[in-house]
C-alpha cells in the first residue's frame, strides 16, 4: 500500500487527494454513510478476529497457506493498482467530478468494478495471511456489504455520470467477469 501511494503521491497527486476523504462522514448520500460505517466495522472486524483467532487457538491453518493469503493480498493490490493508474477520477467516496468521463480500458474491460474486486481478494487474504480459517467466515458479509455498496452506486453514477448507462449494456459483468 505504501509503494501505491507513494507511488501515485509522484505521478497523480489529485488522486491521492481524492482517496483521503473516507468513510461515512465523507459521503453525500445517506446509503452510502450506512454501508461505509459497516464495512469499516467489518474491515476493523477482519483485522481483529483473526488475532483473537490465533490468540485463542480457535482454528489452525497449515503454514504453506499463510503464503496463499500473502500471494491474494498481493493480487488484490495489484488489481487496485491497475484501477488507480487507468482511473484517475478513482475516489473513496460517490461522487462525480465534472471533467470525470467513463472509463472502459484497463480492468474496466471486464468488469464495472474492478477496484471492490481486487479488494474483495485483498480481503479475503487477510485471515487466511493470519492463519484464521474463521475470519474467512467476515469476508461473507463484506462481500454483500461491497455488492450493496457497488449497487447504489451505479444508481447513482446512471443518474450523474453521462455514458455510463451505455457502459453498463457494454460491460455486463460487476465484479467477477463470467459471473456476475
Same mark, same amino acid.
Given at each position: 500500500?505504501?509503494?501505491?501511494?507513494?507511488?501515485?503521491?509522484?505521478?497523480? &497527486?489529485?488522486?491521492?487527494?481524492?482517496?483521503?476523504?473516507?468513510?461515512?462522514?465523507? *459521503?453525500?448520500? #445517506?446509503?452510502?454513510?450506512?454501508?461505509?460505517?459497516?464495512?469499516?466495522? $467489518?474491515?476493523?472486524?477482519?483485522?481483529?478476529?483473526?488475532?483473537?483467532?490465533?490468540?485463542?487457538?480457535?482454528?489452525? $491453518?497449515? &503454514?504453506?497457506?499463510?503464503?496463499?493469503?500473502?500471494?491474494? !493480498?498481493? $493480487?488484490?493490490? !495489484?488489481?487496485?493498482?491497475?484501477?488507480?493508474? *487507468?482511473?484517475?477520477?478513482?475516489?473513496?467516496?460517490?461522487?462525480?467530478?465534472? *471533467?470525470?468521463?467513463?472509463?472502459?480500458?484497463? &480492468?474496466?474491460?471486464?468488469?464495472?468494478?474492478?477496484?471492490?474486486?481486487?479488494? $474483495?481478494?485483498?480481503?479475503?487474504?487477510?485471515?487466511?495471511?493470519? =492463519?484464521?480459517?474463521?475470519?474467512?467466515?467476515?469476508?461473507? &458479509?463484506?462481500?454483500?456489504?461491497?455488492?450493496?455498496?457497488?449497487?447504489?452506486?451505479?444508481?447513482?453514477?446512471?443518474?450523474?455520470?453521462? =455514458?455510463?448507462?451505455?457502459?453498463? #449494456?457494454? #460491460?455486463?459483468?460487476?465484479?467477477?467477469?463470467?459471473?456476475?
Amino acid at each position: 500500500m505504501t509503494l501505491i501511494t507513494v507511488h501515485f503521491l509522484r505521478t497523480d &497527486p489529485a488522486l491521492i487527494a481524492r482517496r483521503l476523504r473516507v468513510g461515512p462522514a465523507a *459521503e453525500k448520500e #445517506t446509503s452510502q454513510k450506512r454501508i461505509q460505517a459497516f464495512a469499516s466495522f $467489518l474491515f476493523v472486524a477482519l483485522v481483529a478476529f483473526p488475532a483473537l483467532d490465533h490468540r485463542f487457538n480457535w482454528s489452525h $491453518l497449515p &503454514p504453506y497457506l499463510f503464503l496463499l493469503g500473502d500471494g491474494l !493480498i498481493a $493480487l488484490g493490490l !495489484i488489481i487496485v493498482f491497475l484501477v488507480f493508474r *487507468e482511473n484517475s477520477f478513482t475516489s473513496a467516496i460517490v461522487e462525480v467530478n465534472e *471533467e470525470q468521463r467513463v472509463i472502459s480500458t484497463g &480492468p474496466y474491460r471486464f468488469v464495472r468494478h474492478p477496484m471492490y474486486a481486487g479488494s $474483495l481478494i485483498f480481503m479475503a487474504g487477510i485471515p487466511i495471511a493470519l =492463519g484464521s480459517s474463521w475470519g474467512l467466515l467476515l469476508c461473507i &458479509p463484506m462481500a454483500a456489504t461491497l455488492i450493496w455498496r457497488l449497487v447504489e452506486e451505479e444508481r447513482y453514477l446512471s443518474l450523474k455520470l453521462p =455514458g455510463y448507462s451505455a457502459y453498463r #449494456t457494454q #460491460t455486463r459483468f460487476r465484479l467477477i467477469p463470467g459471473v456476475y
